[in-house]
């Protein structure tokens, strides 16, 4: 991380604005800001369904989805949404642990790593545990592409399950 924050502004911008979004408010830490009133204003029960903000916050539909889901649904929907990424990628390394095959074990294992990785990595970005990393949440996030490769990554997990039933 250490290289790419030499050597690229944009890295760099992004550390800065992880680091404190509140020193360049109008410019690097907007976002992570934004995203972090967004998490503060949910409170536990949330502002309702509809009822949230989501147009305050730059990259809403992508980046910080998981912000303005917070906000509609507080603490209590937020937990419910890691605890269903949680269980979709246990059932995943539970379908590698099943399976017989050597590769397939080691498929399932890497598919369903990649999906937590992926999901950590964009919920550690907007509750500002680490940079905000550009990743869309999985099956959330507005992006056709991101979408497809995840779907792709359940069918290939289900394909799994499957030739391990038969």
Request: cysteine-free.
């Amino acid at each position: 991380m250490f290289a790419a924050w030499t050597r690229f502004p944009h890295v760099q911008r992004r550390v800065a604005a992880w680091l404190d979004p509140f020193a360049d408010y109008t410019d690097t830490g907007y976002q992570v800001a934004q995203g972090l009133f967004a998490l503060g204003t949910g409170s536990l029960s949330g502002s309702g369904l509809g009822l949230g903000r989501p147009d305050l916050i730059p990259a809403a539909a992508t980046d910080f989805i998981f912000a303005a889901v917070a906000e509609e649904l507080g603490l209590a929907g937020s937990v419910v949404v890691i605890a269903a990424y949680a269980l979709l990628v246990a059932t995943g390394f539970g379908i590698s642990l099943r399976s017989r095959d050597l590769f397939r074990k080691l498929l399932g294992a890497g598919l369903s790593f990649v999906l937590g990785l992926q999901t950590i990595l964009i919920l550690a970005g907007v509750t500002r545990l680490m940079p905000v990393t550009g990743i869309t949440l999985p099956f959330m996030s507005y992006g056709g592409s991101s979408l497809l490769s995840n779907f792709l990554l359940l069918a290939m997990l289900a394909r799994i399950s499957h030739e391990e039933r038969t």
